[in-house]
């Protein structure tokens, strides 16, 4: 499967995302976060014979690039299958043998993490005395080689748990397990992968940052099963029969920095094609005038009530700038724009809290929380529209014009609710009568907005899912034909009518390692799956994904992408409207207990308890496609 990657504006990218390692980009215009790319993604570890003589294990570079870029070797955490976590212990080891697990870092940072494992190693002589030792923090597995008969040329496959704390879960994988067809198809999108990579940069760059780009572009290349069946490692690739090799500290960025390139010099290689993005001026001092250089449209007083929410909610302000900065491309023309902004934002945040006074915010804070749920949700429309590469001045003037005015009110109002409203009581107890209407008046600008929008996407492909029960024998299946204009939001209406759900439980999609969901779920990790249509995640024809409904009862709707269509070569009826091609049996009952108590169920309830449980005239075995296709069409009528 293509890997999914995130849409942004144009104006809120990646540049400071990008450059510290948490996002990815093969264009400038799409990014995949690094934590949600590498979740769940294995690494093969190949130990040598001196570590399973000595029942332990180095971590060194063996696990880039799956984990956060600015954690220590020494940070990351792993654990057996079972949970235990596996303990750390010190070995001294010879300074030479200690670089081949560091070489990937690249040779100027090879000291210093050397002494930021263990203080001592600051006393050892790296340069003159080839008998210098150094202490390295290895875990200790000696239990696991013995218990599992671990042979010279075994790996233990370590799969990711959590990117940003650098955990790990180890298992043991036999050499044996991987078939040369195997080793062949994973070395091969290993090797395009560093093409394109070498491609993507045009000129060295560090190991750390080709390695992340290398997995990013073998996972668009060979899908999820790159990152979930690994059959090597990187050291294997490096030492096969191939023109990558590290070569010696290069000039990158302004710094020294060792890099892969071809066995040819890297100065052999043209340089990189000169930008023609707008940089911005450098401002500095001001965090109204940074924001505007660096291409936000947020303001100063809109910060600060972002601000004065999270202290309200007794949050720091790390929180305030994932929420309004997250997946932003903050342009910094240096390093100096970059600490002042955050200078700025410093200074601000110990202002507001110094002034707050929690007694008179009492009153306000719900107020101000909507307001700026409204906002949120502008902002987010305005970035799904520059995602999609749509011109506003493609749109309709009408709609477009509408969002403008209404939130220039909504944005207004919010720098009102910053000032001291002593004695305004009645004035905020008439604005708080009138959010409701405020708020079902903004739904009904985006919707316009949105239906504007969707007219841009009358030549998306259609697509034909067939959605299958799991772990029910004989299958509850449908086949249905969707527009790819449609959300996810939408898909999940039309799967609740397909299948017979009432909807009156929570729900989501599993698509390639990542969750979407509706804002209900409160699921931090969660994208908005009403921001994402599914003509825009890049499935291919016989890709599979998931809908999970009621989390008590468990519903695992697996969903296979039967065929991709050119709407040109269907009626225009079915290039937008969804329709229900065919399917077998009727969905379980709702709240029925899940898979065990539909087969209990199915066999050995009474007709009385049946009628109990089930909806008048439930037959297990009958699904009516034109009764079915009848309600959808009502329902998308009014999409």
Same mark, same amino acid.
């Given at each position: #499967?293509?890997? @999914?990657? /995130?849409?942004?504006?144009?104006?809120?990218?990646?540049?400071?995302?990008?450059?510290?390692? #948490?996002? *990815?980009?093969?264009?400038?215009?799409?990014?995949?976060?690094?934590?949600?790319?590498?979740?769940?993604?294995?690494?093969?570890?190949?130990?040598?014979?001196?570590?399973?003589?000595?029942?332990?294990?180095?971590?060194? /570079?063996?696990?880039?690039?799956?984990?956060?870029?600015?954690?220590?070797?020494?940070?990351?955490?792993?654990?057996?299958?079972?949970?235990?976590?596996?303990?750390?212990?010190?070995?001294?080891?010879?300074?030479?043998?200690?670089?081949? +697990?560091?070489? *990937?870092?690249?040779? $100027?940072?090879?000291?210093? *993490? %050397?002494?930021?494992?263990?203080?001592?190693?600051?006393?050892?002589?790296?340069?003159?005395?080839?008998?210098?030792?150094?202490?390295?923090?290895?875990?200790?597995?000696?239990? @696991?080689?013995?218990?599992?008969?671990?042979?010279?040329?075994? +790996?233990?496959?370590?799969?990711?748990?959590?990117?940003?704390?650098?955990?790990?879960?180890?298992?043991?994988?036999?050499?044996?397990?991987?078939?040369?067809?195997?080793?062949? =198809?994973?070395?091969?999108?290993?090797?395009?992968?560093?093409?394109?990579?070498?491609?993507?940069?045009?000129?060295?760059?560090?190991? &750390?940052?080709?390695?992340?780009?290398?997995?990013?572009?073998?996972?668009?290349?060979?899908?999820?099963?790159?990152?979930?069946?690994?059959?090597?490692?990187?050291?294997?690739?490096?030492?096969?029969?191939?023109?990558?090799?590290?070569?010696?500290?290069?000039?990158?960025?302004?710094?020294?920095?060792?890099?892969?390139?071809?066995?040819?010099?890297?100065?052999?290689?043209?340089?990189?094609?000169?930008?023609?993005?707008?940089?911005?001026?450098?401002?500095?001092?001001?965090?109204?005038?940074?924001?505007?250089?660096?291409?936000?449209?947020?303001? $100063?007083? $809109?910060?600060?009530?972002? #601000? =004065?929410?999270?202290?309200?909610?007794?949050?720091?302000?790390?929180?305030?700038?994932?929420?309004?900065?997250?997946?932003?491309?903050?342009?910094?023309?240096?390093?100096?724009?970059?600490?002042?902004?955050?200078?700025?934002?410093?200074?601000?945040?110990?202002?507001?809290?110094?002034? +707050?006074?929690?007694?008179?915010?009492?009153?306000?804070?719900?107020?101000?929380?909507?307001?700026?749920?409204?906002?949120?949700?502008?902002?987010?429309?305005?970035?799904?529209?520059?995602?999609?590469?749509?011109?506003?001045?493609?749109?309709?003037?009408?709609?477009?014009?509408?969002?403008?005015?209404?939130?220039?009110?909504?944005?207004?109002? %919010?720098?009102?609710?910053? =000032?001291?409203?002593?004695?305004?009581?009645?004035?905020?107890? !008439?604005?708080?009568?009138?959010?409701?209407?405020?708020?079902?008046?903004?739904?009904?600008?985006?919707?316009?907005?949105?239906?504007?929008?969707?007219?841009?996407?009358?030549?998306?492909?259609?697509?034909?899912?067939?959605?299958?029960?799991?772990?029910?024998?004989?299958?509850?299946?449908?086949?249905?034909?969707?527009?790819?204009?449609?959300?996810?939001?939408?898909? /999940?209406?039309?799967?609740?009518?397909?299948?017979?759900?009432?909807?009156?439980?929570?729900? *989501?999609?599993? %698509?390639?390692?990542?969750?979407?969901?509706?804002?209900?779920?409160?699921? &931090?990790?969660?994208?908005? $799956?009403?921001?994402?249509?599914? !003509?825009? %995640?890049?499935?291919?024809?016989?890709?599979?994904?998931?809908?999970?409904?009621?989390?008590?009862?468990?519903?695992?709707?697996?969903?296979?992408?039967?065929?991709?269509?050119?709407?040109?070569?269907?009626?225009?009826?079915?290039?937008?409207?969804?329709?229900?091609?065919?399917?077998?049996?009727?969905?379980?009952?709702?709240?029925?207990?899940?898979?065990?108590?539909?087969?209990?169920? #199915?066999?050995?309830?009474?007709?009385?308890?049946?009628?109990?449980?089930?909806?008048?005239?439930?037959?297990?075995?009958?699904?009516?496609?034109?009764?079915?296709?009848?309600?959808?069409?009502?329902?998308?009528?009014?999409?």
């Amino acid at each position: #499967m293509a890997v @999914l990657a /995130h849409p942004v504006t144009r104006r809120s990218l990646t540049a400071y995302l990008l450059d510290v390692g #948490m996002a *990815l980009s093969a264009d400038g215009e799409m990014f995949t976060p690094a934590w949600s790319l590498f979740q769940n993604g294995h690494m093969l570890v190949r130990p040598q014979q001196w570590e399973i003589d000595g029942g332990i294990l180095v971590s060194g /570079h063996r696990l880039l690039p799956l984990y956060h870029p600015a954690l220590l070797p020494s940070e990351i955490t792993m654990s057996r299958e079972d949970g235990t976590e596996l303990p750390r212990r010190t070995v001294v080891v010879p300074f030479a043998r200690a670089t081949v +697990y560091y070489s *990937l870092f690249g040779a $100027e940072s090879l000291h210093q *993490l %050397i002494v930021l494992e263990d203080e001592s190693n600051l006393e050892a002589d790296f340069e003159s005395s080839r008998d210098a030792v150094v202490r390295l923090s290895v875990w200790d597995v000696s239990d @696991l080689y013995t218990r599992t008969g671990f042979r010279e040329g075994d +790996y233990f496959d370590c799969r990711l748990d959590d990117w940003w704390e650098g955990r790990f879960t180890m298992a043991y994988r036999p050499a044996a397990e991987l078939s040369d067809a195997h080793r062949q =198809r994973w070395n091969g999108t290993l090797g395009t992968a560093f093409d394109q990579m070498f491609d993507h940069f045009g000129e060295p760059v560090d190991i &750390p940052k080709q390695l992340r780009y290398v997995w990013y572009f073998a996972t668009a290349l060979g899908g999820r099963s790159f990152l979930d069946y690994p059959a090597g490692t990187v050291g294997e690739f490096l030492a096969a029969d191939n023109p990558v090799r590290i070569t010696a500290p290069w000039r990158t960025s302004g710094s020294l920095s060792s890099t892969l390139w071809f066995e040819e010099s890297p100065q052999q290689q043209a340089p990189p094609s000169a930008t023609t993005a707008p940089e911005p001026e450098g401002i500095v001092g001001d965090l109204d005038e940074i924001l505007t250089d660096i291409g936000s449209v947020l303001t $100063e007083d $809109e910060l600060e009530a972002y #601000m =004065r929410d999270a202290v309200f909610n007794d949050r720091d302000l790390s929180s305030v700038i994932m929420r309004v900065f997250s997946g932003a491309d903050l342009i910094f023309v240096d390093e100096e724009q970059q600490e002042s902004f955050f200078d700025e934002l410093d200074e601000l945040w110990s202002q507001v809290v110094d002034e +707050y006074d929690r007694s008179a915010d009492e009153a306000v804070a719900p107020v101000r929380a909507r307001f700026l749920a409204l906002y949120d949700r502008q902002i987010r429309w305005i970035r799904d529209l520059d995602a999609q590469g749509i011109d506003p001045a493609d749109l309709p003037e009408g709609p477009v014009r509408q969002v403008g005015e209404f939130f220039g009110m909504i944005t207004g109002t %919010i720098e009102l609710l910053n =000032r001291d409203l002593g004695g305004e009581e009645k004035g905020l107890h !008439a604005l708080n009568q009138q959010l409701d209407a405020i708020e079902e008046t903004a739904v009904e600008i985006l919707d316009e907005a949105t239906r504007a929008v969707d007219g841009v996407f009358d030549d998306t492909p259609v697509f034909e899912l067939k959605i299958s029960l799991k772990t029910i024998r004989p299958q509850i299946w449908r086949r249905i034909r969707v527009p790819g204009s449609v959300h996810l939001d939408q898909l /999940h209406r039309i799967i609740q009518i397909a299948m017979g759900w009432f909807g009156g439980h929570l729900h *989501l999609f599993r %698509i390639d390692g990542e969750v979407f969901a509706p804002a209900e779920l409160d699921e &931090p990790e969660a994208h908005p $799956e009403e921001h994402f249509r599914l !003509a825009q %995640i890049g499935f291919r024809e016989k890709d599979r994904f998931q809908y999970v409904y009621d989390f008590g009862d468990d519903w695992v709707h697996e969903i296979l992408v039967s065929r991709i269509l050119d709407p040109d070569d269907l009626p225009e009826r079915d290039r937008t409207t969804p329709r229900i091609l065919s399917g077998k049996r009727a969905a379980p009952p709702e709240d029925c207990g899940g898979i065990s108590g539909y087969c209990y169920l #199915m066999e050995e309830t009474d007709q009385e308890e049946l009628e109990q449980i089930a909806p008048p005239g439930w037959d297990p075995e009958h699904f009516d496609v034109d009764w079915t296709n009848r309600i959808l069409a009502e329902e998308f009528h009014g999409w």
